[in-house]
């Protein structure tokens, strides 16, 4: 592109958008401009330019349109989403009790994703707003984008992107390979076609106004002035939503950032109110259980990421993989349990408690085994006896308990483990009743015997393991 033709076009795009273009940014011009001069049966674009300059006005509009960035998606950056949540809503809910009404504009509203997600933050406060006249108005430039906004149909790839699960589940339906959200959704919101650089006071006034990742595109004295006509439609009490990269400093003093929040806004004025912040610290803190059951207000959650949330702690007598070990209605830390010593070798047992979880995790009751693991039995392979334990690789006889493979536990000496080998002390009579120790421990019934040695131990396999250089 010559750089006159690029002059010519930045000039015009700048009039009737305020989108600014600077040179490195002709790469950017052609991609847009080749499709509409191919569309138009064009050969190239100095004769698309020509028509331009010719004043084809659908042209010029085509153009304009083309060169508008629609990137949009829902909830998106959340945090926006989290401040109308806990903190405007609250205050408008409350501030307008006489009057019910209230009015919201997101401006370039693009593909519509962000005025639904509005729709259906209310959506989930509807009790609270019975009665109520709102209105999400969503302006855009682009006819285009409009007319998909209003169809609310969306790909696969478009309802990934921020939209919660359970929300798709419950406000869209499946069309073909695309999802289109509820109609009594897409009946919250009123689309129109809008230049930000047109007059505002045809729209009315608004009590919340969102104008997100717009005024980037434009320079400094249009942003000053869009943020100066933005404000004359607000009431004192009202706020403005930007985008994460916009600010207000240096550019407005019409508005002031809202305290220790980034990208909310309120009026620079006498009459703009003190807000309670706290429950949107809170939720930010995540430390409230509204902030994570949401329902129960009214509101949205939205779930971290797996590798950001905390594992719940396990039911009574179960624990959740990849909990650890735990006793009879606790979740403790690998590898200890009731009555047991921790890996690799066990002691005898003190007095058992009801039932103890091991690696995976079962229910624990009265001479349950884990991993598996059945009540008064052994698996894996499997041998029966008054209580069961585990060993590894094999055992003895003794006590509740059994190796594995396993052998009938019976009255008489306490388990020997061996990993590689052990012998177990003399044992009393055991009944099975303790806990079950997790691998590789061992536990008696009620009252253990004298312990199974530790290693060392004291006999050994030569054939396998030859003699320990440490044996006594």
Same mark, same amino acid.
């Given at each position: 592109?010559?750089?006159?033709?690029?002059?010519?076009?930045?000039?015009?795009?700048?009039?009737?958008?305020? +989108?600014?273009?600077?040179?490195?940014?002709?790469?950017?011009?052609?991609?847009?401009?080749?499709?509409?001069?191919?569309?138009?049966?064009?050969?190239?674009?100095?004769?698309?330019?020509?028509?331009?300059?010719?004043?084809?006005?659908?042209?010029?509009?085509?153009?304009?349109?083309?060169?508008?960035?629609?990137?949009?998606?829902?909830?998106?950056?959340?945090?926006?989403?989290?401040?109308?949540?806990?903190?405007?809503?609250?205050?408008?809910?409350?501030?307008?009790?006489?009057?019910?009404?209230?009015?919201?504009?997101?401006?370039?509203?693009?593909?519509?994703?962000?005025?639904?997600?509005?729709?259906?933050?209310?959506?989930?406060?509807?009790?609270?707003?019975?009665?109520?006249?709102?209105?999400?108005?969503?302006?855009?430039?682009?006819?285009?984008?409009?007319?998909?906004?209003?169809?609310?149909?969306?790909?696969?790839?478009?309802?990934?992107?921020?939209?919660?699960?359970?929300?798709?589940?419950?406000?869209?339906?499946?069309?073909?390979?695309?999802?289109?959200?509820?109609?009594?959704?897409?009946?919250?919101?009123?689309?129109?076609?809008?230049?930000? +650089?047109?007059?505002?006071? @045809?729209?009315?006034?608004?009590?919340?106004?969102?104008?997100?990742?717009?005024?980037?595109?434009?320079?400094?004295?249009?942003?000053?002035?869009?943020?100066?006509?933005?404000?004359?439609?607000?009431?004192?009490?009202?706020?403005?939503?930007?985008?994460?990269?916009?600010?207000? +400093?240096?550019?407005?003093?019409?508005?002031?950032?809202?305290?220790?929040?980034?990208?909310?806004?309120?009026?620079?004025?006498?009459?703009? @109110?003190?807000?309670? +912040?706290?429950?949107?610290?809170?939720?930010?803190?995540?430390?409230?259980?509204?902030?994570?059951?949401?329902?129960?207000?009214?509101?949205?959650?939205?779930?971290?990421?797996?590798?950001?949330?905390?594992?719940?702690?396990?039911?009574?007598?179960?624990?959740?993989? @990849?909990?650890?070990?735990?006793?009879?209605?606790?979740?403790?830390?690998?590898?200890?349990?009731?009555?047991?010593?921790? *890996?690799?070798?066990?002691?005898?047992?003190?007095?058992?408690?009801? &039932?103890?979880?091991?690696?995976?995790?079962?229910?624990?009751?009265?001479?349950?085994?884990?991993?598996?693991?059945?009540?008064?039995?052994?698996?894996?392979?499997?041998?029966?006896?008054?209580?069961?334990?585990?060993?590894?690789?094999?055992?003895?006889?003794?006590?509740?308990?059994?190796?594995?493979? &396993?052998?009938?536990?019976?009255?008489?000496?306490?388990?020997?483990?061996?990993?590689?080998?052990?012998?177990?002390?003399?044992?009393?009579?055991?009944?099975?009743?303790?806990?079950?120790?997790?691998?590789?421990?061992?536990?008696?019934?009620?009252?253990?015997?004298?312990?199974?040695?530790? *290693?060392?131990?004291?006999?050994?396999?030569?054939?396998?393991?030859?003699?320990?250089?440490?044996?006594?």
């Amino acid at each position: 592109m010559k750089p006159e033709d690029f002059d010519f076009v930045s000039r015009l795009i700048k009039s009737k958008s305020g +989108l600014v273009l600077s040179e490195d940014k002709t790469y950017l011009l052609e991609s847009r401009l080749m499709p509409i001069a191919r569309k138009r049966g064009m050969k190239d674009l100095g004769e698309l330019i020509g028509a331009m300059r010719g004043g084809d006005r659908q042209l010029v509009e085509d153009v304009v349109d083309a060169m508008t960035t629609n990137e949009s998606f829902f909830f998106r950056d959340t945090k926006p989403f989290d401040q109308f949540r806990h903190v405007v809503l609250p205050h408008m809910i409350k501030a307008r009790a006489s009057k019910r009404h209230l009015r919201i504009w997101c401006a370039a509203a693009s593909s519509g994703q962000e005025p639904y997600s509005l729709a259906m933050i209310l959506d989930e406060f509807k009790s609270q707003l019975s009665g109520w006249r709102v209105e999400i108005i969503g302006t855009d430039i682009s006819r285009e984008i409009l007319t998909k906004a209003r169809a609310g149909m969306y790909s696969q790839f478009e309802v990934q992107r921020g939209l919660p699960i359970n929300l798709l589940v419950k406000y869209f339906q499946k069309k073909e390979d695309q999802w289109q959200i509820s109609a009594d959704i897409r009946s919250k919101v009123q689309y129109k076609e809008f230049n930000l +650089l047109e007059d505002f006071r @045809p729209l009315g006034q608004f009590d919340i106004v969102y104008c997100r990742n717009v005024l980037i595109y434009f320079d400094q004295p249009t942003k000053s002035d869009v943020l100066a006509r933005v404000s004359a439609l607000m009431p004192d009490d009202g706020f403005l939503f930007l985008g994460g990269a916009e600010t207000v +400093l240096g550019i407005s003093d019409k508005f002031k950032p809202l305290a220790r929040q980034r990208g909310i806004y309120q009026l620079n004025r006498p009459g703009a @109110p003190e807000v309670d +912040l706290t429950a949107l610290e809170k939720a930010q803190a995540g430390g409230t259980a509204a902030a994570s059951s949401g329902a129960a207000t009214g509101g949205l959650t939205f779930q971290k990421p797996k590798h950001m949330q905390t594992a719940a702690g396990a039911a009574t007598g179960t624990a959740a993989r @990849p909990a650890a070990p735990g006793t009879a209605g606790t979740t403790t830390t690998r590898p200890t349990t009731s009555s047991t010593t921790a *890996r690799p070798f066990g002691t005898a047992g003190t007095t058992g408690t009801a &039932g103890t979880t091991a690696r995976p995790t079962t229910t624990g009751t009265t001479g349950t085994t884990a991993r598996p693991g059945t009540t008064g039995t052994t698996t894996r392979p499997s041998g029966t006896g008054t209580g069961s334990s585990f060993s590894k690789p094999s055992g003895s006889t003794g006590t509740g308990s059994t190796a594995r493979p &396993g052998s009938t536990g019976t009255t008489g000496t306490g388990s020997t483990y061996r990993r590689p080998l052990g012998s177990g002390g003399t044992g009393t009579t055991g009944t099975g009743a303790g806990g079950t120790p997790p691998r590789p421990s061992s536990g008696t019934g009620n009252t253990g015997g004298a312990g199974g040695t530790t *290693r060392p131990s004291s006999t050994y396999d030569r054939s396998r393991f030859g003699k320990p250089d440490d044996k006594k």
